[in-house]
């Protein structure tokens, strides 16, 4: 099976921009989490959809927003982009497991 | 609240030497443990997870981790470094009920020496 797949890989912004990043999970899997991983804060859940429907949230503002497909894939989303934007994210996916796979990251760097 | 810590920010060992890293939780139920390891760059491998059973659980790439409930830690363990575990390792928490939300540890940033 192929992994979890993400693009772009890298994407360079200004501030004030807004930004999508696309996820495609393993195929079956229907769960996919979003992290941001930061040199100061570490990885962070960003939220996580099953089935189309979020089923948890983080402690990030509402800039920040994501969707399901049907067919699973996830997009995140990120408006008015600020400086301290700037990082790794992560898609993960899962079946019923509870293990979760992640992908390679998308590099965000907002100037 | 669920936490993870990683006591250790950076670890050094010569090539060749055992490894320990360590991880202690806080979580108010039986949780799921992983490790996962970090190369620049790239996202996350799982390197081994524990969720029932065996208190000792063997990995990938000769790692292993054992579950101390009482001490609420999950280090990890390795008998004989190589240069290319040079790596970060992360230690996770998840199994929240209806999730699969996980909650990371601050990360151990391992250097081998030649």
């Known amino acids: 099976k192929a992994g979890v797949t993400q693009t772009p890989r890298y994407l360079i ?4 921009q807004q930004v999508t990043l696309s996820c495609s999970p393993i195929s079956g ?11 100061g804060q570490g990885l962070q859940f960003l939220f996580e959809y099953f089935s189309e429907t979020q089923r948890n949230k983080g ?3 509402g800039r920040f927003s994501g969707r399901q497909f049907s067919n699973s894939r996830s997009e995140m989303n990120v408006s008015t982009l600020e400086l301290g934007d700037s990082a790794l994210y992560l898609c993960a996916s899962s079946d019923r497991g509870n293990e979760q796979f992640f992908g390679p990251g998308t590099r965000l760097t907002v100037l | 609240a669920q936490s993870v810590t990683q006591p250790d920010i950076h670890i050094t060992v010569s090539e060749g030497a055992s490894l320990e890293l360590r991880c202690n939780y806080s979580y108010g139920a039986t949780p799921y443990l992983f490790w996962y390891v970090q190369s620049p760059g790239q996202g ?6 524990y969720f029932s059973g065996d208190t000792l659980v063997q990995g990938i790439k000769g790692f292993e981790a054992e579950f101390k409930r009482s001490q609420s830690s999950f280090n990890l363990r390795k008998p004989s470094v190589h ?4 790596a970060e390792y992360f230690c996770a928490v998840g199994g929240i009920t209806g999730t699969y939300k996980y909650i990371f540890g601050t990360g151990t940033r391992l250097k081998v020496l030649a």
């Open chain 2, 44 to 49: 996350l491998q799982l390197l081994l997870k």
């Open chain 1, 59 to 61: 402690n990030f503002p």
């Open chain 1, 13 to 16: 912004k200004t501030r004030g």
């Open chain 1, 29 to 39: 899997h229907r769960s996919v989490s979003w992290y941001q991983q930061t040199p």
């Open chain 2, 83 to 86: 240069w290319s575990d040079a």
